[in-house]
């Protein structure tokens, strides 16, 4: 009996270590969002060309866009995401989070409008954005959001 509790406890033990090393990484490393943090939530429609999988789309996005957009716009993070419910159900998205305004402000004007610097930026994407119109047309709409 003594060492079947011993074992229980043994195992009991390493099973608390893991989930507070789990834990402790998760906050050390966990995204959170900041005072000052801008996010824009750009509503997508696709209309995917004939012989292509909404699946290609998310797989390009995930694994060649994103990244690529990620590395020309420093201070910006992007994500795929896809409505579940409400009035954007079934529509995909990118949610941006940016540094800051400032930040964004590099990129563009007031006017929805590209800066100089932007134009950089895009010019460096602009093979990655003609690859992606193998998939279609998108229509989008957009709302940037700052957090307070």
């Given at each position: ?17 893991t ?41 390009f ?6 990244p ?16 579940l ?64």
């Amino acid at each position: 009996m003594y060492v079947k509790l011993s074992k229980f406890i043994t195992v009991m033990k390493k099973l608390v270590f893991t989930a507070v090393i789990f834990l402790f990484a998760s906050i050390t490393y966990g995204q959170a969002f900041k005072e000052g943090n801008l996010i824009a939530v750009h509503v997508i429609t696709i209309e995917l060309k004939p012989g292509v999988w909404m699946a290609d789309f998310q797989k390009f996005h995930v694994n060649t866009l994103i990244p690529a957009y990620e590395k020309n716009y420093p201070g910006w993070q992007l994500y795929l995401a896809k409505g579940l419910r409400g009035i954007n159900q079934n529509k995909y998205g990118w949610i941006i989070v940016v540094e800051s305004e400032e930040v964004r402000d590099k990129y563009y004007n007031d006017d929805g409008s590209v800066t100089e610097f932007g134009q950089a930026a895009a010019e460096k994407m602009k093979p990655i954005l003609e690859e992606a119109e193998k998939f279609g047309k998108l229509h989008r709409t957009y709302t940037d959001w700052i957090i307070l």
